[in-house]
């Protein structure tokens, strides 16, 4: 699968800014959508400062997944982009979720 990684990749970067995608949205706009766990070796396989926006990239209950660097960045990078987070530490992704036809700003 790591020839999608160019692909999932590319998608990241569109998404915008404010919005998440899910795994799972990132592996179905790539066109295979079992592929959501390929879209997370991907970003595990990034390297320090790379110009992929990876925190906006999150499971499917709109929550944080384990990271090497931890998820507090990436809640903070999200809060950064005005994304505000339950509780239980979810996002709405009614809210949030980026459906692939909005370009990045």
């Known amino acids: 699968m790591a020839n999608l990684w160019p692909r999932f990749y590319e998608l990241i970067r569109a998404i915008p800014r404010g919005r998440v ?3 799972g949205d990132v592996a179905r706009l790539a066109g295979n959508p079992r ?3 390929d879209v997370g070796w991907a970003l595990s396989a990034l390297p320090p400062g790379n110009d992929v926006p ?3 990239v999150v499971n499917r ?3 944080l997944s384990c990271r ?3 998820t507090a960045l990436q809640a903070e990078l999200l809060q950064e982009e005005g994304i505000a987070f339950d ?3 979810r996002l ?3 809210s949030y979720r980026w459906d692939g036809e ?3 700003s």
Request: proline letters at 4%; glycine letters at 16%; zero cysteines.
């Open 21 to 23: 995608a899910t795994y």
């Open 35 to 37: 592929a959501a766990r």
């Open 54 to 56: 990876w925190w906006r």
């Open 61 to 63: 209950h709109g929550g």
């Open 68 to 70: 090497s660097n931890g």
């Open 87 to 89: 509780a239980e530490g």
């Open 92 to 94: 709405n992704l009614a």
């Open 102 to 104: 909005e370009p990045a």
